[in-house]
């Protein structure tokens, strides 16, 4: 998740403090770099690479060559002023490396074997560079499923064709950041696209961590683009907390619905918000099987990967379930 406060991030003095896509302020009080801003380091690259993180993993047979189906790939200041703005309003700390070699160690470690590199625009005028870089990295992987991104204000439709051109394999919108949600009009031209291009997109729909005041979010909007696109595969991240029960109910009404794990699941995530992941059951995998995907937040997470994925295989799955979470809803999700 982008912020941890499910009612708002708030400073001690009860002001509004600094939420993912804000502006970061650089210490002489100017204007730093933005999240979404795409800005490379000053040597051209990405983030410094951080020490080797989590090399002696003992991988479940069952994870192993696992999908992470939400992984942030992103320009090196681009995602360090994503964490500052994360550190600033709720407090996190990140010890895993940002940049995707460092990414990628990391995963491989842990026994993923693809992922999805997701990117998203937090103001006009941004996305086209943003989704030239993140296929331009995606391009060194062996590992790494670009999608794209575009902001309502943007002129949508030849930024998205530009980027499906260009292969990116879906589209990423992070709503109540970008302030423009599934049911946003601005964005029609992106969704009859991911319909021709047959393209999937992952939304950030639901109104957590602090979004429950939001307009952008919800499954009202969720509903609304699945009634106006049902041929458009759609997922809702992070189970769509905190509305998940609504969300799954949206799920079991519709084969081309999907759903995230990502954060809602780990077994830590009581420490951030006001959610138990044990509130939903094991059916919800069972009945949902090929239609709820591993993923993890990676590498912006403020705990150990493994957290992400301990308390699913804790659960009492059957093989054909604990199959379509880590690897064969992904497959459905990108490919149909």
Same mark, same amino acid.
């Given at each position: 998740? $982008?912020?941890? $406060?499910?009612?708002?991030?708030?400073?001690?003095?009860?002001?509004?403090?600094?939420?993912?896509?804000?502006?970061?302020?650089?210490?002489?009080?100017?204007?730093?770099?933005?999240?979404?801003?795409?800005?490379?380091?000053?040597?051209?690259?990405?983030?410094?690479?951080?020490?080797?993180?989590?090399?002696?993993?003992?991988?479940?047979?069952?994870?192993?060559?696992?999908?992470?189906?939400?992984?942030?790939?992103?320009?090196?200041?681009?995602?360090? %002023?994503?964490?500052?703005?994360? $550190?600033?309003?709720?407090?996190?700390?990140?010890?895993?490396?940002?940049?995707?070699?460092?990414?990628?160690?990391?995963?491989?470690?842990?026994?993923?074997?693809?992922?999805?590199?997701?990117?998203?625009?937090?103001?006009?005028?941004?996305?086209?560079?943003?989704?030239?870089?993140?296929? $331009?990295?995606?391009?060194?992987?062996?590992?790494?499923?670009?999608?794209?991104?575009?902001?309502?204000?943007?002129?949508?439709?030849?930024?998205?064709?530009?980027?499906?051109?260009?292969?990116?394999?879906?589209?990423?919108?992070?709503?109540?950041?970008?302030?423009?949600?599934?049911?946003?009009?601005?964005?029609?031209?992106?969704?009859?696209?991911?319909?021709?291009?047959?393209?999937?997109?992952? +939304?950030?729909?639901?109104?957590?961590?602090?979004?429950?005041?939001?307009?952008?979010?919800?499954?009202?909007? +969720?509903?609304?683009?699945?009634?106006?696109?049902?041929?458009?595969?759609?997922?809702?991240?992070?189970?769509?907390?905190?509305?998940?029960?609504?969300?799954?109910?949206?799920?079991?009404?519709?084969?081309?619905?999907?759903?995230?794990?990502?954060?809602?699941?780990?077994?830590?995530?009581?420490?951030?918000?006001?959610?138990?992941?044990?509130?939903?059951?094991?059916?919800? +995998?069972?009945?949902? %099987?090929?239609?709820?995907?591993?993923?993890?937040?990676?590498?912006?997470?403020?705990?150990?990967?493994?957290?992400?994925?301990?308390?699913?295989?804790?659960?009492?799955?059957?093989?054909?379930?604990?199959?379509?979470?880590?690897?064969?809803?992904?497959?459905?999700?990108?490919?149909?």
């Amino acid at each position: 998740m $982008d912020a941890a $406060d499910p009612d708002g991030t708030r400073g001690p003095d009860g002001d509004r403090g600094t939420a993912p896509g804000d502006p970061v302020e650089d210490t002489d009080g100017e204007r730093g770099t933005a999240p979404g801003d795409p800005v490379e380091d000053t040597d051209g690259g990405t983030a410094s690479p951080g020490p080797p993180i989590d090399v002696d993993v003992d991988v479940d047979p069952r994870f192993a060559g696992a999908t992470d189906c939400h992984v942030h790939l992103m320009p090196g200041r681009l995602m360090a %002023a994503i964490r500052e703005a994360l $550190d600033d309003a709720v407090g996190w700390t990140f010890h895993y490396p940002a940049d995707r070699e460092g990414i990628e160690a990391t995963l491989r470690a842990h026994g993923v074997e693809r992922y999805l590199a997701l990117p998203y625009a937090h103001r006009p005028g941004i996305a086209r560079e943003l989704n030239d870089w993140v296929l $331009d990295a995606a391009a060194d992987s062996p590992m790494a499923v670009p999608f794209a991104t575009v902001h309502g204000d943007d002129e949508v439709r030849p930024v998205v064709r530009e980027a499906f051109e260009s292969g990116a394999r879906g589209l990423k919108f992070q709503c109540p950041v970008q302030e423009c949600g599934p049911a946003d009009p601005r964005l029609d031209p992106a969704f009859e696209l991911a319909a021709e291009y047959d393209r999937p997109v992952l +939304f950030h729909a639901g109104t957590a961590p602090m979004y429950r005041d939001s307009p952008h979010v919800g499954v009202g909007e +969720f509903r609304e683009f699945v009634a106006s696109y049902p041929e458009v595969r759609a997922c809702s991240a992070h189970m769509g907390t905190f509305e998940w029960e609504a969300f799954v109910e949206v799920a079991r009404a519709n084969e081309s619905v999907y759903l995230d794990t990502c954060f809602a699941m780990a077994t830590v995530v009581g420490e951030y918000v006001d959610f138990d992941p044990s509130a939903i059951p094991d059916s919800v +995998f069972e009945d949902l %099987a090929g239609r709820v995907m591993y993923g993890s937040d990676f590498p912006n997470m403020p705990h150990d990967y493994v957290r992400e994925r301990e308390g699913l295989l804790d659960r009492d799955l059957s093989e054909g379930a604990f199959e379509a979470l880590f690897r064969g809803a992904a497959e459905r999700f990108l490919y149909g």
